[in-house]
């Protein structure tokens, strides 16, 4: 077992976005850490984490074969990361290294990434933005989806994509997100 999850990717010259989760500590087992083999347990067998992320994917017309998949924080933390108060300081660790590992595989920055938590997107952006604010509220227009890569740490596209369930694109109350990420990603029609 590696010490810690690998990042996940079919094909690196297919990737259509790239998913960004924060870090892969957990207590998922009976309170204990599940180590993982790659990032969010993909090829586990335990779909858990990543099955609202792969629903949210297939709405916008992207499949698992269609990204890369990565933790911003690739080590396992003493706390999960909603209750982890230093989280942001080993992000502020693990960011050259992300960055490095994306340069490697999109150098011209063109990719959106998809932040799939709020912490994510508020650190990478150094804005406290409610999810509400981007998500449901009329006042979303203020903001261009994607960020603008002059907007943000990673210097590329952003797209906050949360994973909590109330996030969910299937969810009537994200539809109006749900049309502005259709925008970015048109959805692609099996059925003529």
Known sequence: MNKY????CFNRSKIKAIV???DPSNKSNRGNRVKLDYVFGIGSG???YFNPILANLQMIGLSLSDVYVQNLVQDYLPDV???NKDWEKMAEKWLPVLQRDLDNIDKHKKIPVLATAERIFNFLTGEKI???EIYRNDKSDNYTIPISPQLNRLGRPLVPF?????YSL???KNENYLNKLKK????QRIFG
């Open 170 to 172: 299937l969810d009537k």
């Open 5 to 8: 999850p690998k990042s996940f």
């Open 162 to 166: 949360y994973r909590h369930k109330k």
């Open 184 to 187: 970015i990603f048109p959805v």
């Open 81 to 83: 990361t909603s209750e």
């Open 20 to 22: 960004l989760g924060a």
């Open 130 to 132: 409610s999810v509400e």
């Open 46 to 48: 335990d779909a858990r």
